[in-house]
């Protein structure tokens, strides 16, 4: 047989609402901009054999699976293809593996451009090694 606790009353609470602390604040806006960390916005635009893949947000190992998943139903066909970075905010190892394979794809097929890539991500692909791979206008 199935034991039944039978009705179950509690007893009302009562909870003065407490004024925050600076501590408690900082942390409510962190978590917040970490919640924006994991917003990847993507555009595509085709003309023919040419796409432009446009990047709004972070770039991290959470949103690259998605541009992962993309870029692979997406670069058939493709001779000549953009990424447009003039929107994009972070960019993570990740992120630039994404590019790189997107690159060798190209290589056999056509020709891949990045632009609009900001300092800071620019100063990233120089440290690893990618402005002598990638064509950056």
Do not use: C, H
């Not at 942390?27 to 003309?47: G, H, I, P, Q, Y």
């Not at 097929?109 to 950056?136: H, P, Y």
């Amino acid at each position: 047989a199935e034991w039944d606790p039978g009705p179950i009353t509690l007893a009302p609470s009562y909870v003065l609402p407490r004024r925050k602390t600076d501590k408690q604040a900082n942390r409510t806006e962190a978590f917040s901009e970490m919640k924006d960390l994991s917003r990847l916005t993507v555009n595509k635009t085709s003309d023919g054999s040419k796409l432009t893949i446009s990047l709004d947000g972070y770039l991290n190992t959470t949103t690259s699976i998605e541009l992962k998943t993309l870029l692979g139903e997406s670069l058939d066909g493709i001779t000549d293809l953009v990424f447009d970075l003039s929107e994009l905010k972070y960019i993570s190892f990740a992120g630039m593996r994404n590019l790189l394979t997107a690159q060798k794809k190209m290589s056999s097929q056509g020709s891949m451009k990045v632009r609009g890539v900001s300092s800071d991500i620019l100063e990233i692909f120089d440290t690893a090694g990618f402005t002598d791979i990638f064509t950056i206008e």
